[in-house]
């Protein structure tokens, strides 16, 4: 029985309006935002967005992989019953780290051959952080009790650190600082890997304030996933850095200037 209450009350979170819409309005924004318009040529405008379809498909199953390992500690412990799978939610560690990993093992297959869109980089802080608004509304993603200062009142009155709305202020944050950083055409192409870091720092510094289970090595599924998460979001950030200028190179260049100034 106490399992189907759980199971109950999942399913009355996942599907509550004030859940919902936030989290369908964040996905929206991601999904129909035309980032795509970065790229002027039909045919490389389709290639894209045919990963950007199977990225966003990698990224939901990962954040229920992602769940299911974190919440129930699988596969060290076995599925008790598939109703235990109804009880997990959905993780943005698993969709973001999957994301990644789906988007980058596909680009052969599409023929992508583009640097990672910065556009879409700057929008998916925001769509984020209007999930975040609606796991805020449903009451879940709560951290654990507390008596400090930061604590808010949950739906039974217990004051608990609000790790949602954390999680949310972060991403506001990344959201405007990747807006300027696009405007400024600065680091282009790697927007998406320095949110792979940034929010892998932060989630694993964030995940003890939270009620999360031990995994392994005292750490919980969520702070291993952040740590596959830094790992990623560095391998990108130093496989798009713009390639040094070898001496031959810069000789040539000083040559060219040096015969039009003399002409």
Known sequence: MGELADVTETLSRGLHPAYVLPVLAGLALAVLFPSGRTFTDPAVRRRYQGLQLATLIGALIGAKVAAIIGDLRWPIEPIESPAALFATGRSITGGLLFGFLTAELLKPVFGHREPPNDR???VLPFSIAIGRLGC??????NGLPTESALGLPDEHGVLRYPTALFDLAFHLVLGVIFVVLLRRGVLRGRLFAIHLVAYGVFRFGVEPLRDSREYLFSFSAYQLFALAMIACGVFGFLRR???PQTASTTERSDD???S???A
């Open 241 to 243: 850095l713009p390639a």
């Open 120 to 122: 879409f980089a700057a």
């Open 256 to 258: 060219v200037r040096a």
């Open 136 to 141: 805020w509304f449903a009451g879940c993603c």
């Open 260 to 262: 039009t100034a003399a």
